[in-house]
């Protein structure tokens, strides 16, 4: 069995004459923290829409967990977890209630459904509110119950957009020791995030998307052997996409 | 800006500013919409215009006929013409304090541009006076199309003075920023009592009630027969409203005293009016900005559950709350049914849209059975075919009643079923459910409480029309299929019209497609009840026994009715999986 968990081939996607991804091609293994980073409107969200099959490609084909997400959708969504990066929930359920819809939808043994809800609701520090309705719950707590309806079914894939927007420090905390656990336990973990702190000290490989194509695959240090003797992620990220003359700009202005 | 800078900030240019911002964006909006937009808001600005002159017109008309000498020998009219200022007057003040109350809602805590005024270097209160302009502006437009051309009529048929045209406009300027400031204070209570949000729903709810009730009051009112006693007794309550402690009949008094050139009683009457709504204005106006910038508002006042101690040994489940549902479905249905219920019964805003077919159905429940299954012979010239068809179609207006419940209801839950899902519908979208599972729950999830509340409803028909036994236990599959064909028609068209990017419900199903779904939805449910009931009607008049006709409509409904339910959905499917997709 492979150990590839999310790869894409020539993934591309079109709205109209704009071209949102051009023909990526990547790969996320078992045991992975991947972090996508690109500037605004590079087509990060684009990407992660096709790989949990919320988008079409034009062309192109994404495989998660071996399985084909678009002629095999049930397989490839049942293996994986989403966390958007709105946390756009049903507002008139209670937390409890959206977890156990989840788990449904997700087929998930009743009994398992039951024990998962609560340990996630005490791990993420839910449980006094968890029969509220999100209606009145802060942009943080949604997020929290949003990561909690990816993990109910323990995916093997995780795959989250921004993360940690709107989280206060231990919360964002919880979310990185989390996901370094989930890799450690053999699951792969694709993560957008704009926080290059967080990509350098988490992720074990980094892709970096511009203008809707990949324009750096690597770890770390293959990253910086790309970036021509550059030594922070910021340096490497502001050379591959064009940002570092705004860099310079802002010195002369200071 | 400086503090110093921004306190000298004066309020009226700020409010100026505000609201000729709002004018930029208004013209901006109308320069980028299609030509067909353009078009359609020139019409409407001209119909405003006409309906304006014709409602002078007409009023001019009538009042000049009432006040007509002839009448005056019939019935004596001067009270009630000498209250009309006041009646209009107090009606307009009453009118907008109640239709300011959601739009201030709507404004000031729903808005999301508060913040982002209340931190610019602006004066607060040009912030509230501008919102308050804004909020009452549509109403007050609306408001003047009705009192206006009355009002103004009153004074072209009595000959007042020139000066009583631009008072009378003065006046309800003043009255109505009156009213809006009291909306304002009373909008700030309520929300320290209830969410903003919870309040919106509620009123949505409420709105949609009221104005279904006072549409529908109408078919009752037309069977009310008035006599004299109780049409002098209704002119003699209209003139009371002139009683000399209101305000608002020192304003009426004040119109009529200037119209008719008494100028003591014009200047007091109009000046106590105009103080006394001026000083109504400032002083709300002063506490619903304090109250607003202080957060009072927003403190919730003792509304606030306390967290529930509950016994660590038995937490709740969800799974022991949810009503059982039969396990031959998968659980991805049954969630999902389940998921529907709990939201569209806790979503108030959704309820007063499920409340109309039930008042419509009561309504007409009720005019049936008055009617006492009788058809108008009107003038007896009608061949006596025709008159046993009506009258065994008459028979079978318990079915109509369910049917145009079950199709209201369904324009609702089945049209909208997938557009209700919003923004959270990528939590479907992600999860290993198949369309035909998707399209199954949304189905179920739309037939089973229409075809319930279609049989109550066809049960209570029954009994208030005190039709036979018979004809209620050939309604009862009617219903059951014809509801079911429903559901696919409805169904489908909410797949091809699906629109997830929503604040308000009321917008979930637009453009031509949800315009088309409507009339299609209609015209399957009439073609239903034709092919339904029409041979149950025709052969026995062509000498057959109602048995075999009702056995030929079952079999020619039942297959229309199975084939919409099949057939729509399944060509659909492949639409499902591209729900939210754009584009």
């Known amino acids: ?254 | 800006m400086s503090r110093a800078a921004a306190s000298r900030v004066s309020v009226a240019s700020s409010t100026c500013k505000l609201l000729w911002l709002r004018v930029r964006i208004w013209a901006s909006v109308l320069r980028h919409a299609t030509l067909r937009r353009k078009i359609g808001t020139l019409v409407v600005a001209a119909l405003f215009v006409a309906l304006l002159a014709a409602a002078f017109t007409g009023s001019w008309a009538l009042l000049s006929f009432l006040r007509s000498p002839e009448l005056a020998q019939v019935v004596d009219l001067t009270l009630v013409l000498e209250a009309l200022p006041t009646i209009i007057l107090t009606g307009s003040f009453l009118t907008i304090l109640v239709t300011s109350f959601g739009v201030l809602l709507q404004s000031l805590y729903l808005a999301r541009d508060m913040d982002f005024l209340m931190a610019a270097p602006i004066p607060v209160r040009a912030v509230f006076i501008s919102k308050l302009i804004q909020a009452i502006l549509p109403n007050f437009t609306l408001l003047c199309l009705f009192s206006l051309p009355v009002l103004f009529g009153l004074g072209a048929s009595s000959g007042y003075h020139v000066l009583f045209y631009p008072l009378v406009i003065l006046l309800l300027v003043c009255m109505t920023l009156a009213a809006a400031g009291l909306s304002a204070v009373l909008v700030m209570g309520v929300v320290r009592l209830v969410p903003a949000r919870r309040v919106a729903e509620a009123l949505a709810a409420v709105g949609a009630a009221a104005s279904l009730i006072c549409s529908q009051s109408g078919n009752f009112t037309r069977n009310m027969t008035f006599d004299a006693g109780q049409t002098t007794q209704l002119m003699r309550l209209l003139s009371r409203a002139n009683a000399p402690w209101s305000p608002f009949a020192w304003a009426g008094r004040g119109l009529i005293g200037l119209g008719t050139g008494q100028g003591a009683s014009a200047a007091l009457g109009l000046g106590l009016t105009l103080v006394l709504a001026l000083a109504i204005f400032a002083v709300t106006l002063r506490a619903s900005e304090v109250l607003y910038h202080t957060g009072w508002s927003q403190m919730q006042a003792g509304t606030q559950r306390r967290p529930r101690a509950r016994p660590q040994a038995a937490p709740r489940t969800t799974a022991a709350r949810r009503p059982a549902l039969p396990p031959l479905l998968p659980r991805a249905v049954s969630a999902l049914i389940v998921k529907d219920a709990l939201v569209l019964r806790r979503d108030l805003r959704n309820l007063s849209q499920l409340m109309t077919p039930l008042i419509l159905g009561i309504v007409y429940a009720i005019m049936l059975a008055r009617s006492a299954g009788q058809v108008d012979p009107g003038r007896g010239e009608a061949p006596q075919w025709f008159m046993h068809s009506a009258s065994q179609m008459r028979a079978y207006g318990n079915i109509g009643i369910a049917l145009f419940i079950g199709w209201i209801m369904l324009s609702r839950l089945g049209m909208m079923a997938f557009s209700h899902e919003g923004r959270a519908y990528w939590l479907i979208k992600t999860a290993p459910v198949t369309p035909v599972r998707l399209m199954l729950a949304k189905a179920l999830a739309a037939y089973v409480p229409t075809l319930v509340i279609g049989e109550v409803f066809l049960a209570m028909a029954s009994l208030l029309q005190r039709a036979g036994a018979g004809v209620m236990l050939f309604g009862m599959p009617v219903v059951a299929l014809a509801v079911a064909g429903a559901v696919g028609v409805n169904l489908s068209f909410g797949v091809a019209g699906a629109n997830l990017e929503w604040e308000d419900p009321r917008h979930m199903v637009r453009g031509s497609v949800g315009c088309i779904g409507s009339f299609a939805g209609m015209a399957y449910m009439a073609l239903a009840a034709a092919f339904f009931i029409g041979p149950a009607v025709l052969v026995p008049s062509l000498g057959g026994s109602v048995g075999l006709g009702q056995a030929i409509g079952l079999v020619m409904g039942g297959v229309l009715a199975l084939v919409c339910a099949l057939l729509p959905p399944y060509l659909m499917l492949g639409r499902v999986r591209r729900i939210g997709e754009g584009g």
């Open chain 1, 1 to 254: 069995m492979t150990d590839i968990l999310i790869e894409t081939l020539d993934l591309a996607k079109r709205f109209g004459d704009k071209v949102a991804v051009d023909k990526v091609n990547l790969q996320v293994r078992a045991g992975e923290i991947f972090g996508f980073l690109g500037p605004n409107g590079a087509g990060k969200t684009t990407t992660i829409k096709m790989i949990v099959g919320l988008l079409q490609p034009t062309s192109g084909a994404v495989r998660v967990a071996g399985h084909d997400v678009q002629t095999e959708p049930l397989a490839a969504k049942a293996a994986s977890g989403f966390v958007p990066d709105a946390p756009n929930l049903y507002t008139k359920l209670s937390a409890r209630e959206l977890l156990h819809f989840v788990g449904e939808l997700y087929d998930v043994e009743p009994v398992m459904v039951e024990r998962r809800i609560e340990e996630l609701l005490r791990l993420f520090d839910l449980t006094a509110a968890a029969d509220d309705l999100i209606d009145s719950y802060s942009h943080g707590m949604r997020q929290k119950v949003s990561l909690a309806a990816a993990l109910v079914h323990d995916p093997r894939v995780l795959v989250l957009d921004e993360p940690t927007v709107g989280l206060d420090p231990k919360s964002a905390r919880l979310i990185k020791d989390l996901l370094r656990q989930l890799a450690q336990r053999g699951a792969a973990v694709f993560l957008s995030t704009h926080i290059l702190e967080i990509a350098e000290r988490m992720c074990d490989r980094i892709g970096i998307i511009n203008r809707g194509a990949l324009v750096a695959v690597g770890t770390m240090d293959e990253l910086r052997a790309m970036g021509q003797g550059t030594s922070s992620l910021e340096d490497i990220f502001l050379s591959l996409t064009g940002g570092a003359e705004y860099a310079a700009i802002a010195q002369v202005l200071q």
